[in-house]
């Protein structure tokens, strides 16, 4: 029954980590048109933009955490440059350029959180993610009106071509990012598989156990109806039992870290008991395993 949880909570750090990066190639290319642009009134409204990114990266930084994952706290490798590539070259063509590149780069984020934002989540990652899909809404919102004033609106022939080539940018990066984050999912599943790996093999054990002290407690029963000499053997075999019994709660509720602890203290305290014991382990292993 684990797996399923396992996976799902994969493929939620995943998207997560994704939209991170997402908003880390937005920090990038944010900085680069802050940088260049001439008109002060356009540089006070990106900085303000880009402080919205970069709550996004806060928020999506602790909602990873939270559900126990790592965040990938760096940009798109191959997606991220050319966001950052398409905005250095819109700015060194000027205010228009520099705005036309912007809304290229911020139409695929402004869709993309809108797609997230309308898929079933857990209520925290809810309301993050349409908090950060309404701020795209108004940033692209505010790009149309920029560019409108600019005569470089949508139903202008440099609109037009821009609308190309932004159509045509978002569907390669929504597809190289999409690869990405199939890829993150399966790593992010095999490392929680690992990370609760000690506590799947602490409950295989403790069933192991359990399974002994049912069979050892049946030989007792089996022994105490048999009375006579064979019925002096039914106190040990259920006092055996209680051992393993005692052994299964153990082995389920104490972690490798404090069982080594337990198990150093006693070769200290009885070094020849703690010998043959796992001389008396390696012999079962070994006849278990031939």
């Known amino acids: 029954m684990a797996e399923p949880r396992i996976q799902s909570e994969a493929s939620l750090t995943a998207e997560l980590n994704d939209l991170l990066q997402l908003d880390h190639d937005a920090v990038q290319a944010y900085s680069i048109a802050i940088d260049c642009v001439e008109d002060e009134r356009l540089r006070e409204t990106l900085i303000a933009f880009r402080g919205d990114h970069e709550r996004h990266i806060d928020e999506l930084t602790e909602l990873i955490r939270g559900h126990g994952g790592i965040p990938i706290e760096i940009a798109h490798i191959p997606t991220g440059m050319f966001k950052a590539a398409v905005q250095r070259a819109g700015a060194a063509r000027g205010d228009r ?19 997230h934002a309308d ?7 809810h ?22 004033d600019m005569c470089a609106g949508t139903d202008t022939m440099i609109g037009r071509i821009e609308g ?5 940018h978002k569907a390669v990066a929504d597809a190289v ?25 602490r409950s295989a054990a403790g069933n192991g156990l359990e399974s002994a002290a049912a069979a050892a407690d049946r030989v007792g029963d089996w022994a105490a109806e048999r009375g006579g000499t064979v019925g002096k053997a039914g106190p040990v075999a259920r006092d055996v039992a209680g051992g ?15 069982m080594r602890r337990d198990a150093e203290h006693q070769v200290k305290r009885h070094p020849l008991r703690a010998a043959l014991i796992a001389v008396g382990v390696g012999f079962l292993v070994g006849r278990i395993m031939r």
Do not use: C, I, S
């Not at 993050?128 to 560019?147: K, M």
């Not at 990012?177 to 799947?200: D, F, I, Q, T």
């Open 97 to 115: 350029a520099l705005m036309l590149a912007f809304k290229a780069n911020e139409r695929q984020v402004r869709d993309k959180y809108r797609r």
């Open 119 to 125: 898929q079933p989540h857990p209520p925290d990652v």
């Open 127 to 148: 309301t993050v993610l349409a908090r950060a899909a309404a701020d795209e809404e108004r940033h692209y919102a505010w790009a149309l009106e920029v560019l409108d």
């Open 164 to 168: 190309g080539f932004e159509r045509g």
């Open 177 to 201: 990012e999409g690869a990405e984050r199939r890829l993150m999912e399966r790593m992010e599943g095999a490392r929680r598989g690992v990370k609760e790996m000690p506590m799947r093999m």
């Open 244 to 258: 393993l019994e005692r052994a299964a709660r153990y082995v389920r509720t104490t972690d490798f870290g404090a």
